[in-house]
């Protein structure tokens, strides 16, 4: 039945609005779908490339090579080695702990390294390089390379690990490298991302950790392409980074070893000085260590040993050591009475073996006493009343500041840790920090470098180059950087008067060149080589009045730890100050017995570039020297040998 004209138009109506309707739909589904396109095709295009790159391409950090160190004559100090490690990065792994399973079939790992590589895993970024293995021989990285594609993630590779050559001789000047703890992190704000990398070698103490980010560089990257597996199918590019900056010392290697082996198996500490130029030529601390067992972490018996050891190993005596400096600083007080105008050369004290102030008595060494002494016998003799009398006469406070102006109670900035500043007192100084006002016994007992007084062998040696050259000599231990020299440490004039130095200098050579001077029984007898020195001995106990009465225990005849410190500094050539030197031996005794020797055959050692003749010595004591001589070539050529041995 045909429909009516009128049901046809309105059915047609309702078909053309459905169809428009679905024609609306469609077309702005179909407009969606082109914006969405445009969107992630043309907006977002340069996004979503860089999210496929990182799907198949990898970024790593190429660790820079650290500096060199070398000594003055440029001996390697510190340098570093080819090793072979196996690493595995997690992200590229599908099961690390089936990787590491397989991988300990074909090697064997120790299980504390797998403990280790697991808390370093759980700790680090997936995408970080950690060690597994490291000194691996070179047949197991044979055996891993071979086996690559059972391994997802592991490879072998050869990286650098810092070795010194030279072992335990310069372990408390140059310090060592370890591992980067979370504690290092710590302290930096913005620590380098290089840092971050699982075992990386970083300047832990000494020199090494002063001039970290010189001696660190700066790492490179690489850009690797891998496969759904992580294997690494070929390298894009590279950016290479910059090698650390290669340091020279101002330290000579052989006399460091020779002062080393002089100290020998003594609690003590030697420094010697240039006085022209303030160049350290050798540092020593003693007994030392090898600085090469911290580089991939010590042991815990290693360390143990280290720590419980009463001669204190770790600890740089050198320039962390802070002593009363005793006699020695004898020479300070002189400046400062001969500077003021209180006494004249010839000007006498008497010394009945004490002196009474504020009703104690302040006894001198000597029990009898020196009788009447004047500025030079005082010194040759080491009279201790003639310096009581002298500092109260002069005060403190011009006494400190003549101290500080010879490089006593002052940090002297060195690349080196925990350098101390030592203690030149004055009024001010105890009343902040003791609240306690200063007494004229205070007086009396710095003026033979007792009491409050303080001092590093490292200042006790800038002192005697100052008093023999007259200049602000400062102590410089870098000697160049990449080839480029350093400033000097040759310092300008102190101002002080010649003819006073000169006095006191000449006290000095009385000590060491006089039948009764206090250094005679370790003279140079060489005449173009004489040395000035001074005796020194501070005391670590109180001498109570019944002791005294009943006669001072001998040190000797005392525990080591209660026994007195031995001291002795010195220059030479006398009329021509080339070297300056100081040694202290901790508890051990008398500086005229303990400490001379060792300071006058380093000095010669110094003196001649090597093993000084027999006719340096005096005749008494040239078949003991010749014997000493053989002996510490014997330890040497030992040392040197186990040091290639270890090289090897």
């Not at 090469?292 to 972490?297: A, S, T």
């Not at 609240?435 to 303080?454: K, P, R």
């Not at 000095?603 to 014997?627: C, F, H, M, N, V």
Request: hydrophobic share 35%; aromatic share 6%.
């Amino acid at each position: 039945m045909k429909r009516a004209p009128k049901d046809q138009d309105r059915s047609h109506r309702v078909l053309s609005r459905r169809a428009l309707l679905l024609g609306g739909v469609q077309l702005g589904f179909a407009g969606g779908l082109a914006a969405r396109m445009q969107y992630l095709q043309v907006d977002q295009a340069d996004e979503f490339r860089l999210l496929a790159e990182e799907n198949r391409v990898n970024f790593e950090l190429l660790p820079p090579a650290r500096g060199r160190i070398f000594d003055r004559n440029g001996k390697v100090i510190a340098q570093n080695s080819p090793s072979y490690r196996i690493v595995i990065v997690p992200e590229n792994s599908d099961d690390v702990e089936v990787a590491i399973s397989r991988l300990r079939k074909l090697i064997d790992i120790p299980d504390e390294d797998i403990e280790k590589a697991m808390v370093d895993i759980k700790n680090s970024r997936p995408f970080h390089r950690i060690t597994l293995s490291d000194q691996v021989a070179w047949e197991d990285i044979a055996k891993v390379a071979a086996n690559a594609p059972a391994l997802p993630g592991i490879s072998p590779e050869v990286g650098l690990t810092r070795i010194y050559p030279q072992n335990a001789d310069f372990a408390h000047v140059v310090g060592y490298v370890g591992p980067v703890s979370d504690y290092d992190l710590s302290k930096m704000e913005n620590p380098d991302p290089i840092l971050l990398t699982p075992r990386f070698q970083f300047g832990k103490v000494g020199f090494e950790a002063k001039l970290e980010e010189q001696l660190r560089g700066k790492a490179g990257t690489k850009q690797v392409e891998v496969n759904a597996y992580g294997r690494i199918m070929r390298e894009l590019g590279r950016r290479e980074g910059e090698a650390g900056g290669d340091m020279q010392l101002t330290l000579d290697a052989d006399l460091q070893a020779y002062t080393q082996a002089r100290l020998g198996n003594e609690s003590a500490s030697a420094v010697v000085i240039d006085c022209e130029t303030g160049d350290l030529r050798a540092i020593s601390s003693s007994p030392s260590f090898d600085p090469n067992l911290f580089v991939r972490g010590i042991s815990g018996p290693d360390y143990r040993s280290l720590t419980s050891d009463p001669y204190r190993p770790l600890a740089n005596k050198t320039v962390q050591g802070t002593y009363p400096p005793g006699s020695t600083f004898k020479m300070i007080v002189a400046l400062a009475a001969l500077e003021e105008g209180i006494v004249g050369t010839e000007d006498t004290v008497w010394c009945p073996g004490h002196l009474e102030v504020s009703g104690r008595r302040f006894h001198c060494w000597k029990r009898a006493g020196h009788g009447h002494v004047n500025l030079n016998e005082s010194l040759k003799g080491s009279c201790d009343v003639y310096y009581y009398d002298l500092a109260i006469k002069v005060g403190i406070e011009k006494i400190s500041a003549m101290a500080r102006r010879f490089g006593l109670g002052i940090r002297h900035d060195l690349p080196m840790s925990a350098v101390a500043s030592g203690l030149a007192p004055d009024k001010e100084w105890k009343k902040q920090s003791y609240d306690q006002d200063w007494l004229v016994g205070d007086t009396v007992n710095a003026s033979i470098g007792q009491g409050y007084m303080l001092a590093s062998p490292m200042q006790l040696a800038v002192m005697t180059a100052r008093l023999a050259t007259g200049r602000s000599v400062t102590p410089r231990l870098l000697k160049s950087i990449d080839g480029v020299e350093q400033p000097s440490g040759a310092g300008e004039s102190l101002g002080m008067n010649e003819n006073i130095l000169r006095v006191v200098r000449r006290g000095m050579y009385s000590v060491s060149n006089e039948r009764r001077g206090t250094g005679y029984g370790s003279r140079i007898v060489s005449e173009d080589m004489r040395m000035a020195g001074k005796t020194g001995t501070s005391q670590v106990r109180n001498i109570t009045a019944a002791e005294r009465a009943a006669g001072v225990i001998r040190n000797e005849d005392l525990p080591w730890e209660r026994r007195d410190h031995a001291l002795f500094v010195s220059f030479a050539p006398y009329d021509n100050p080339k070297f300056a030197i100081s040694v202290v031996v901790e508890h051990g005794g008398g500086g005229s017995k303990a400490a001379a020797p060792i300071a006058r055959d380093i000095l010669l050692q110094a003196l001649y570039g090597g093993t000084p003749p027999l006719e340096a010595y005096p005749k008494a004591d040239r078949s003991r020297i010749k014997a000493l001589q053989e002996r510490l070539q014997r330890e040497q050529e030992k040392a040197h040998q186990s040091s290639l041995k270890d090289q090897a």
